[in-house]
């Protein structure tokens, strides 16, 4: 059965514009809802894994994003101790996707290179809105209404389906009561951005590096203009301001990395980490995706692309229905294959990436996996996702 009333996406984030942008090339008429002024253009996510980038390479956008990006074929992780430097070449993964690399591009990038698309190729079936937030849904037999903020006035939008992609804090997923599952880590992680380069202070650093201290662990990620340093703080002082403040973030770069003045600090946010899933991704002709379906640790850079990988795989069945390929019945498989992956897969790796940086003993091990092709190839699958895919669509 053809689609003919709008599918409504609540969120402009990377999922949401990812979903929008495949089903309006599909010429299925889609709303796009931000509840923003604008689209934000905060320091959020900022690793592409391959199968991500060959998704964005299908919507026509791999070019243009690529070259706003860093291209990352090594990733690194390092022994703040010994030195010692585990390096995984993402160049092993040549054949199983069109793009072995890393691309480090932050995420407001793509969604303006999407927005911009929707609306100037495919306005016929696309409308994008800003200052729209939905706050409830009703369904009836054949769609949803949808009830929006618009500027502070009520509104209801008619359409086929309503597809949740408004974040961890979703008030669509709290309006249909899902159960948000999962525990919330003690420490909180702080973000400092700084242009600095910091390749300068370290041995052969690549763009993306896990250092590895059972007493202070950290993360180097590096956009095309910045450094993104993230560092935990200690669970047992519940100290925002310290935490964010110039002398404790000095005092941690310089730890670091000595330096003889202080380093610039252009950007710095402290964030609680959580791992929780929803309980159900389908509440009829609702959907999650994103964060409003599933949050873990940031440790791999699994949560958006995770959710990228939500919005194709969702646009997809969406897409077989509009062609009469198939029923809402696809769309339980969409639950059963993107939580099943995510409750078995995305969780327990991102745990275990976490459990990896604080340990004492794992460092040895990385290094005997990165000097074996064929034990780094297994190592590579699991870390840029495609091994999570793979394990989807074996989900009937």
């Known amino acids: 059965m053809s689609i003919t009333e709008p599918v409504i996406i609540a969120g402009a984030g990377p999922v949401g514009c990812t979903a929008a942008l495949r089903l309006a090339q599909a010429g299925i008429p889609v709303m796009l809802l931000e509840s923003l002024s604008a689209l934000p253009e905060t320091l959020r996510a900022s690793t592409f894994h391959p199968p991500s980038i060959d998704m964005i390479d299908e919507l026509g956008l791999a070019d243009r994003l690529i070259a706003q990006g860093l291209v990352c074929r090594h990733y690194q992780y390092r022994d703040r101790r010994t030195g010692e430097i585990a390096e995984f070449d993402l160049e092993l993964l040549r054949g199983l996707t069109q793009h072995p690399y890393r691309l480090q591009c ?7 290179l ?27 037999a054949d769609g949803v209404e949808v009830l929006v903020w618009d500027r502070g006035e009520e509104k209801i939008l008619r359409g086929s389906w309503l597809i949740a992609c408004d974040g961890a804090d979703s008030a669509i997923r709290k309006a249909l009561a899902i159960e948000f599952e999962g525990f919330t880590y003690p420490e909180k992680f702080l973000v400092a951005s700084t242009p600095f380069p910091l390749e300068t202070k370290f041995e052969r650093l690549s763009p993306v590096n896990y250092i590895s201290d059972p007493d ?17 703080t200690d669970p047992a002082i519940d100290d925002d301001a310290r935490w964010l403040s110039d002398e404790w973030i000095q005092e941690r770069l310089h730890h670091m990395a000595p330096h003889e003045s202080d380093y610039e600090i252009v950007h710095r946010t402290i964030y609680r980490v959580h791992q929780r899933v929803a309980k159900t991704w389908r509440r009829g002709r609702v959907l999650l995706a994103g964060d409003a379906a599933h949050i873990n640790n940031p440790l791999g850079g699994m949560g958006m692309n995770g959710g990228i990988h939500d919005a194709w795989n969702l646009a997809e069945k969406l ?17 059963r294959q993107r939580r099943g992956v995510c409750v078995r897969f995305v969780q327990e790796q991102t745990i275990k990436n976490r459990q990896a940086i604080k340990s004492k003993d794992r460092q040895a091990e990385l290094m005997r996996i990165a000097a074996d092709p064929e034990r780094a190839t297994d190592f590579l699958l699991k870390s840029s996702m495609i091994a999570s895919l793979r394990d989807a669509e074996l989900i009937d």
Do not use: M, N
Request: hydrophobic share 35%; aromatic share 10%.
């Open 114 to 140: 999407v927005w911009q698309e929707l609306q100037e190729k495919h306005a016929t079936h696309a409308s994008c809105h800003f200052d729209h937030s939905v706050k409830g849904v009703h369904q009836t």
């Open 319 to 335: 897409i077989q229905i509009h062609a009469g390929e198939g029923d809402d019945r696809l769309l339980d498989r969409y639950d």
């Open 216 to 232: 202070e662990w950290l993360v180097l990620l590096r956009t095309p203009t910045l450094w993104r340093v993230l560092i935990p």
């Open 106 to 112: 932050e995420q407001w990038k793509y969604t303006r």
